[in-house]
């Protein structure tokens, strides 16, 4: 299990950027597929990008595909997200999680299906785009 501790978010406006980003402390994070998540007011934690960390393989949801862009440190064990472009759909609180990376697809399912809902989950970033 890997706890992260996310950080960067804040108020922006619409059209604006952000760069999060998100920490495991103590353990690289190879091996792993890794991702962000979103949880909007009133709705389920989704999944809006993983990545592996052992080859290019991403996925990026519908709602940010072409604004955002997950990356990774490995030397510090942090995963980051660029977000581009931002909308007010896209306030939430921000959280990152990561799923042993058993085969490729472990990304996608890390992400489509949420594999690591029962947590643990850090205390995620609030990020609130004003329109």
């Known amino acids: 299990q890997v706890t992260f501790v996310e950080s960067g978010g804040d108020l922006v406006q619409s059209g604006g950027s952000l760069r999060l980003s998100c920490t495991a402390s103590g353990r690289s994070l190879d091996y792993f597929a890794l991702g962000w998540f979103r949880q909007a007011p009133g709705k389920e934690r989704e999944g809006i990008s993983c990545m592996s960390s052992r080859d290019d393989t991403t996925y990026y949801s519908d709602s940010v595909k072409g604004r955002f862009t997950i990356s990774r440190d490995s030397d510090k064990s942090t995963v980051y997200l660029q977000m581009n472009n931002l909308k007010p759909e896209d306030t939430g609180v921000y959280y990152c999680?990561?799923?042993?990376?058993?085969?490729?697809?472990?990304?996608?399912?890390?992400?489509?299906?949420?594999?690591?809902?029962?947590?643990?989950w850090g205390q995620g970033t609030q990020v609130t785009v004003a329109s």
């Open positions: 999680a990561a799923d042993l990376l058993l085969d490729a697809d472990q990304v996608f399912r890390l992400c489509m299906f949420n594999t690591q809902k029962n947590g643990p």
